[in-house]
Structures are given as structure tokens and as C-alpha cells.
């Protein structure tokens, strides 16, 4: 069972990454062809790519890895907002090992290796937090007799 969660959950991450990094290289391409700077154009991509992955993430987490099952809209906006805030903290991860990459490999696309491995260390720690602190079964309320 542990197994399965853990492939389950690599799949996952691996899939959200995929979804992160295509669509940084592709709103990266899009600001470069419109002569944008070269830093503009790889932030402006990894904002973009972290909204889509974090959105594939959620959908995917909340589904196939928690099972959890929000009451209404109001709760799934609720929990989607806690899920954001424990992605700050991983961001801060990726980001820094993708900028980190960006600025010491003056290399094309050295970025992407460390935005990549990032991803892996963010996607790691926010399980942990997600499990804690998201996606937690709330016990029921005993009624008085």
C-alpha cells in the first residue's frame, strides 16, 4: 500500500513537473521572441509554470493521493488557499534551486535542470505538509445525548 502510494505520488509529481517546466518554456519562448530580457522572460515562466503545476498538483493530490473529499465550493476554495499557503514554503525551494542554476550555468535551459530538482525537493517536503496540514480527516463533533 505504501508503495503504491509513494509511485503514485512520484507519478504525480513527475506529471505536475512536466506541466511546470512546459509551460515555463513555453511563456519563456513567447517573452523572448517579444524581446523581452532574458531574466524577465524566465520569471514571468516560472510564474506561469508554477500556477499550472500547482493547480495539476492539487487536483491531482486531493483525488488520488488523499482521497479527500471537499464539502462544497466554499471548502474546496478553503483548502485550495491552505494548499497554496504549504507551497510557499516549497516554492521558496524550487525557485531558489532554479534561480541558483539560472544565474551560476550561464548555459540555455540550465534553469530547467534546477527548477527540476527543485520540484523533487518541494514536491518531497509538501507531501509532509500537505498531509498534516491540508488534507487532514476531520473528526466528527460527538452530539450530546
Do not use: C
Not at 79 to 95: H, I, N, R
Amino acid at each position: 500500500m505504501v508503495a503504491s502510494l509513494a509511485l503514485r505520488y512520484a507519478l504525480f509529481a513527475a506529471i505536475a513537473t512536466g506541466v511546470n517546466m512546459g509551460t515555463q518554456w513555453i511563456v519563456a519562448t513567447a517573452a523572448a521572441a517579444l524581446v523581452m530580457p532574458a531574466d524577465a522572460a524566465v520569471y514571468l515562466g516560472m510564474l506561469a509554470g508554477t500556477a499550472t503545476g500547482l493547480v495539476t498538483k492539487y487536483v491531482l493530490d486531493k483525488r488520488w493521493i488523499f482521497r479527500y473529499h471537499t464539502r462544497d465550493a466554499a471548502h474546496n476554495m478553503q483548502t485550495f488557499a491552505l494548499y497554496t499557503l504549504m507551497g510557499v514554503f516549497t516554492t521558496a525551494l524550487f525557485w531558489g534551486t532554479e534561480l541558483t542554476f539560472f544565474y551560476l550555468i550561464p548555459t540555455e535551459g540550465a534553469h530547467y535542470l534546477g527548477g527540476t530538482i527543485g520540484l523533487v525537493g518541494g514536491y518531497t517536503l509538501k507531501y509532509f505538509l500537505d498531509r498534516r496540514w491540508v488534507f487532514r480527516v476531520e473528526t466528527p463533533e460527538f452530539a450530546e445525548s
